[in-house]
């Protein structure tokens, strides 16, 4: 009433005069600051408001013994779209007290009508919220901006417990969303974890204590002077578990994913600022990077048609295409994509200066032919682990075993068991190969098995076969040379013997390496 009575009686001006007075002498015998953190800063929203807004919200739901009490019981309770989680909030103007390296400060959420609707770009809320803050005087200069930090960083993480990860993709090529964004987002939902990902365990084991030491290494890498980023490369023949490790490790992890089509990249400065525009904790990703962009001088086209891009490469200017570029309008490099990103763009973008703006990044490459690669994208610093995904081993039959059939240790016959270690090399089946034999026969365990056994058994006697056919053909074409060389100088016949082992050499390794290929394929 009282409230009333002098809105009414004293004029506005004097009010405020009178208040501003007030206020001044308060400040002066107060041995508090005050800090205002309004939800909407002129025309952005404040950044800071929603970390404070997210922060209490833990430490009001929060249990533990150090958590700030509230002066209330009443919280405000909201769930995000697509959110798992409900957040606890301030109740309007509610009080709430925390505690951060011993000092002890008070937060008050004050929610006061908008006044008039003041010109704007875009329609503002109709209540003006804002967080204050008190810190006794004395503690200010020492806490605020560690304190700050530390809530900026925690209401983070609790932004990444709550949300489903978002997959972010640049497919839209180089335009930009109405928030000037480059990114589009999705929910990402994969369940590929650890858990399920079938592969030699001490190198599971040795890859997410790696990842632990990342996401735990601020510190090491802060005394070390390095940018706190780590890169993976992930290379084996098609479907053995390179996109599913890349689902694992942002599960692992909690990070966000950044799936990178260079081929929708057009320039060097585009892709910087893609990268600009990644947040921390997240994982870079380009899949298939040797038919990305042409990264080698060769001019092999690749099978994946539409995945090339032609290009021109630091080094390697007969690489451009155009008019003039080898192969017509059937070119596979002359695909009409004037995509100019070089190497040294892809370099620096990994290990440049402009890798290390915003931190705590991992890059993951994934190829299925390793030796494609420019030694320069191989070379240590910048993919810092090289991970084979191989065929399916033995240690890694018996995770797929577990979790499609639900077998464990113990479960199936010994006799079995030798007959499966005894292919299963041999074989050369991919985990995925392997897991669709046991999708299809997952009602019925022991056919399950019987058919694996099968499909190894004859995977392996295709594959000596080949093998034998290949040794064959490498023999004849060895004997072939040796005729034409004798031929060609009848003088060097004598040399004949060591020049011809170092032939063989090379034959079997060509042969080798068709071999893998063929693999791939299969
Ligand atoms: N190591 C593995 N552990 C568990 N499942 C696997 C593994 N490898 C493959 N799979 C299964 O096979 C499917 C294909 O695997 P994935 O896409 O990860 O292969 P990839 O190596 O990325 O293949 P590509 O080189 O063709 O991209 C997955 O859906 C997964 O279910
Ligand atoms: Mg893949």
Known sequence: FCQTLLHTVIPPELRFAVLKLFQRLFNCFSSYCYYEITEIDGVNTNELYNAVQLYLSSSASSTTPSAAATSSNRLSLTRGLNSSAITFGLANNDRLSDVFNGVSVVWEHIVTPRQSQTFSWRPLPEEKRGFTLRINKKDKTHILEAYLD????????????????LLYTNSRGGSLDSRGHPWESVPFKHPSTFDTLAMDPAKKAEIMSDLRDFADGQAFYKRTGRAWKRGYLLYGPPGTGKSSMIAAMANFLGYDIYDLELTEVNTNSELRKLLMKTSSKSIIVIEDIDCSINLTNRKKSNNSGGRTSGGSFDGGSDMRTGPGAPGGPGDPENNGNNNSITLSGLLNFTDGLWSCCGSE?????????????????????????HVFMSYCSFPSLKILLKNYLGYDDGDIETEILEKLSEVIEEAEMTPADISEVLIKNRRDNDKALRELLEALRIRAEKKRLVNRRRRMEADVEEIAEEEKRALDSPKEVGGVATGGGDDVEVNYKKGGKEGEEDNGIN
């Open 150 to 165: 530390f809530i900026t960083e925690k209401a983070n993480e609790i932004r990444r417990k709550n949300q489903d990860r």
């Open 361 to 385: 990044r991992i890059f993951v490459f994934t190829t299925n032919h390793i030796e494609k690669l420019d030694p320069a994208l191989l070379r240590s610093g910048r993919m810092d682990m």
